[in-house]
């Protein structure tokens, strides 16, 4: 019985990424590019609508990267991290529903309502991740982790084929036109959040503090915990060291999901046509990650992360140099064939060099840099596509972060950090 409330408990976790990919995929990196330059910026230059998507992106990560240790070691105290999961996908939920009633021209609510929503979404993330460690013991960390992005790719994906459905053919679903498709996707996005949400919500079980403080201690103690956690982060060199590699290296993979489609268009690729390459990424990455969770476990964690990365740098050099729809179509086939497993992976390896306990702090520490690589990928590739009028030369510089990333990942001592979490330090 323990073992099948176990398995379940898995699966009502990997679920909520079912959930929440389909705002990454149908929204952050699918219609809202598109309908952002071409609705709600209408008439203005192209490169001026890349460079405030940039800044959107940008602003609301910044935010999550500021919050999230805080937040998260709050959490720890509490033992609120699902809690505060689902307060955070109820903020994503809700703008994601109000982009729906925006009005072409209106770029600047759509731009703060699309920053809420992300801010829902990655804070979500951030609880997310750190119940991974008390789903999966440390040995099938790597195999519950890609289980999680691989079912992100499949429900993202097909919640994002019904929206090119509808985009396309708005009349076999009663709609006006295609404007009024993609806000209906915007709508089908938020309602798919909600209903694929509720597995976590009634499966997970985290385990509970002895005592529970006040949300007024909370916040005092964990706030003494993060200034501990940030003095004696040195006693685990090898997590910090890794965190800064990640940092770089997720950049480059975050900008590339952010701005691709925009890319395109700057091209003068068709939308349909972008759309339709993210789709290809969705059902390619689903047997992708799973692959890579299988390879974690065969050739080492670390060296299925340098696969994967290698592949991020070749895909990158050949996309400043593309011209054709045909090549977009290829490099998003690429994309998706390592897209999740570095993610998955890179998960799972900072799992197994933390401490149990501080789980949601340090994973806030996590997504921290995470999210500050969105801030900082996205501003950068739209600053430098302003400055130069090349979305060539804007996307060359992702080449040097992905490089400082693999230089800084050979540097971890994987073996020894296991050990010191395993002794206690």
């Known amino acids: 019985m323990a073992s099948h409330s176990h398995q379940r408990g898995i699966y009502g976790w990997a679920l909520y990424d079912w959930a929440n990919s389909a705002f990454s995929t149908t929204v952050m ?12 910026n209408a008439g203005e ?12 992106n940008s602003l609301a990560s910044l935010v999550v990267m500021l919050a999230a240790p805080l937040i998260g070691a709050m959490a720890d ?15 994503g939920i809700l703008m994601t529903g109000a982009l729906a009633w925006i009005q072409a021209g209106h770029w600047e609510l759509a731009a703060l309502t699309y920053a ?16 991974l460690v008390y789903i999966a013991p440390l040995r099938d960390s790597d195999r519950v982790s890609a289980l999680g992005f691989a079912l992100g790719y499949l429900g993202g994906g097909l919640l994002f084929s019904l929206n090119l459905v509808m985009a396309w053919q708005p009349e076999w679903f009663g709609l006006a036109d295609r404007d009024a498709a993609v806000r209906a996707a915007f709508l089908s996005v938020a309602v798919w959040w909600v209903v694929f949400s509720l597995p976590l919500l009634l499966w997970v079980h985290e385990p509970q503090p002895p005592s529970r403080p006040t949300w007024g201690a909370s916040l005092s103690r964990g706030g003494r915990q993060l ?148 801030v900082l990928g996205p501003l950068l590739m739209g600053t430098v596509v302003l400055v130069t009028g090349s979305p060539r ?19 971890v001592d994987i073996e020894r950090g296991e050990q010191r979490v395993n002794a206690g330090t």
């Open 29 to 40: 990196a699918g219609f809202f590019p598109v309908f952002f330059k071409q609705v709600w």
């Open 45 to 56: 230059p192209v490169a001026l609508s890349t460079f405030r998507l940039g800044l959107a």
């Open 77 to 91: 105290q509490l033992g609120y991290r699902k809690g505060a999961l689902l307060i955070f996908a109820a903020l």
């Open 116 to 131: 809420l929503a992300v801010i829902g979404f990655s804070g979500s993330n951030l609880f997310y991740d750190a119940l």
């Open 227 to 374: 200034v501990r956690t940030l003095r004696e982060i040195r006693a685990l060199p090898e997590a910090f060291i890794f965190l800064l590699a990640y940092w770089f290296y997720i950049d480059g993979v975050g900008t590339i999901i952010r701005m691709a489609v925009d890319y395109g268009l700057s091209l003068g690729f068709p939308d349909t046509s972008l759309v339709t390459a993210l789709l290809i990424t969705q059902f390619v990455g689903f047997p992708a990650t799973l692959v890579f969770g299988r390879l974690g476990g065969l050739m080492g964690t670390r060296n299925a992360i340098y696969l994967a990365l290698g592949l991020y740098m070749l895909i990158t050099l050949w996309g400043a140099f593309m011209s054709a729809v045909w090549e977009f179509y290829l490099l998003a086939t690429a994309v998706g064939l390592v897209q999740g497993g570095v993610q998955a992976l890179s998960r799972s390896l900072f799992a197994r060099l933390i401490p149990l306990q501080q789980s949601a702090e340090l994973f806030g520490f996590y997504n921290m840099l995470g999210k500050f690589a969105a």
């Open 393 to 411: 030369v804007g996307i060359v510089s992702v080449l040097l972060l992905f490089g400082i990333g693999v230089w800084l990942l050979s540097r």
